[in-house]
């Protein structure tokens, strides 16, 4: 089974500033995607970025980009120019490449809470 | 555009009492549906997914179920709720032709007391 795991539960960044939060895994596939989710005090889940494992470039989504390390099962996202907008929980999420019965279901970590400072 | 809808939006429950919780999609056609549940302090749990009308997978033992009467609604449900079924209940949706990510609704955060 794939697992997940986020060290960081408490990260903290000055606005403006650039932070960088840790993520892992573990699986025996060759084929799959990692996410990083976002969720404010709201609680509603918003998708920040997607990575897929066949792809050597790492994913860039305006002020946030992944470092993908496949051989190190690593998957780390990077928030630049942060804003006190950014402040939420982010989750890292598995999901493997197959699309048959419980293969589609997403493998969370269990998140890091990100504060922004002025 | 796609948008999903959970209600309600928080739900106080006594112990034994039956539990309802609906998830709409709108703007998209037979999609992938899922309900999470995310304890208090941890990630997110895969409870259910379904990929079409009356098909229900469950992903871990419990004694929630889920239904899908409507290509667009989903339903999760139990007899008797217990105390251990506090948390927040998210319902996820995916394309069938992009099945790769998912998108959740705003949640409900149920407490059973």
């Known amino acids: 089974a794939q697992t997940v795991t986020q060290s960081q539960p408490e990260m903290s960044v000055q606005e403006a500033e650039t932070v960088t939060l840790s993520c892992t895994y573990d699986?025996?596939?060759?084929?799959?995607?990692l996410f990083w989710y976002k969720q404010p005090p709201s609680r509603q889940m918003i998708l920040v970025i997607r990575?897929?494992?066949?792809?050597?470039q790492n994913a860039t989504e305006n002020r946030f980009s992944v470092n993908f390390q496949k051989a190190a099962k690593s998957f780390s996202l990077k928030i630049s120019d942060s804003q006190l907008g950014d402040a939420a929980m982010y989750f890292c999420?598995?999901?493997?490449?197959?699309?048959?019965?419980?293969?589609?279901?997403?493998?969370f970590g269990t998140g890091t809470r990100l504060q922004v400072t002025l | 555009s796609q948008t999903i809808h959970q209600w309600p939006a928080t739900l106080v429950q006594p112990v034994g009492s039956p539990l309802s919780l609906e998830c709409t999609v709108e703007?998209?056609?037979?999609?992938?549906l899922y309900w999470y549940r995310q304890a208090a302090g941890r990630g997110l749990q895969l409870l259910f997914y379904s990929v079409g009308i009356g098909q229900i997978s469950s992903e871990v033992p419990q004694n929630l179920s889920a239904s899908r009467p409507q290509d667009r609604q989903f339903i999760l449900s139990s007899k008797k709720l217990l105390l251990s079924d506090s948390g927040f209940y998210l319902c996820a949706w995916s394309d069938f032709r992009n099945p790769y990510e998912q998108y959740f609704g705003p949640g409900t955060r149920l407490t059973v007391t």
């Open positions: 990575q897929e494992a066949y792809k050597q």
């Open positions: 703007g998209t056609s037979n999609p992938n």
């Open positions: 999420a598995y999901r493997s490449g197959e699309y048959t019965g419980t293969a589609s279901k997403l493998t």
């Open positions: 699986t025996s596939e060759s084929d799959y995607y």
